[in-house]
């Protein structure tokens, strides 16, 4: 009964491959969301999406895209894989993007780019 | 633009004693605030929010917060800590008046260490 669940929860890879990290969330929340947690912990949302829609849209390398197959699933995948794209990605979600509710997150996958 | 500032990279308080962890943010409009919790190797966990109403809010595990509006302040409190309260803590802010595509900045961190 996990709420907020990602896979894989590590992953290494070489630089210029491509690879995907899976974020599903059973709270029946219509917002998700993609953070990227550097080596110093410091934490930057990267997207968001709402009811499937493209909400938010960092500045983020368009080597990165995401998809939200449906309100309850919110994918990220990583083209051309650089070393500087080593990281905790985190995902999250929450009942309605413009309300006041807290964010619930995923347990993080950590990408190490060798 | 809206911010976060978390001055102190690092708390130490001895279990038992009080500890407070400091928030500072800056938005445009009125702010939504929330404090999350992260233990190691793990995603972060929410404590609690301030949206409108009272200034002191209180949260999971004990934790409260205190918003005040003129030194745009939203310092997070425990009366006595315990060592399993030692994680990285955030402060994050949103500006209630940008609707649905308003995002949630967070500060850099603050690890609480709690010793015997």
């Known amino acids: 009964d996990t709420a907020v669940s990602q896979t894989p929860k590590y992953l290494v890879t070489q630089m210029g491959n491509d690879k995907s990290i899976k974020c599903e969330q059973n709270?029946?929340?219509?917002?998700m969301y993609w953070y990227k947690q550097d080596s110093k912990k410091f934490l930057k949302i990267m997207f968001s999406?709402?009811?499937?829609?493209?909400?938010i849209n960092e500045t983020v390398p368009n080597r990165f895209s995401p998809k939200s197959p449906d309100k309850a699933h919110l994918n990220l995948h990583i083209n051309s894989l650089e070393l500087g794209d080593s990281a905790v990605y985190f995902c999250?979600?929450?009942?309605?993007?413009?309300?006041?509710?807290?964010?619930?997150f995923g347990p993080g996958t950590r990408l190490t780019v060798t | 633009a809206q911010s976060v500032a978390q001055p102190e990279d690092q708390v130490n308080v001895a279990e038992g004693n009080p500890l407070t962890v400091k928030c500072t943010y800056s938005?445009?409009?009125?702010?939504?605030l929330f404090w999350y919790v992260q233990y190691p190797n793990r995603g972060l966990q929410f404590l609690l929010k301030?949206?409108?109403?009272?200034?002191l809010v209180k949260g999971s595990y004990g934790f409260e917060a205190e918003f005040n509006k003129s030194q745009t302040s939203f310092h997070l409190k425990k009366p006595s800590a315990l060592v399993s309260d030692s994680a990285l803590y955030f402060c994050?802010?949103?500006?209630?008046?940008?609707?649905?595509?308003?995002?949630?900045?967070f500060g850099t961190g603050t690890r609480l260490q709690v010793t015997l």
């Open positions: 999406y709402n009811n499937k829609e493209l909400i």
């Open positions: 709270l029946g929340h219509d917002t």
């Open positions: 999250a979600s929450s009942l309605t993007s413009g309300a006041p509710y807290e964010q619930y």
């Open positions: 994050a802010v949103r500006d209630a008046e940008t609707g649905t595509a308003s995002k949630l900045t």
């Open positions: 938005v445009s409009g009125n702010p939504y």
């Open positions: 301030y949206i409108t109403g009272d200034n």
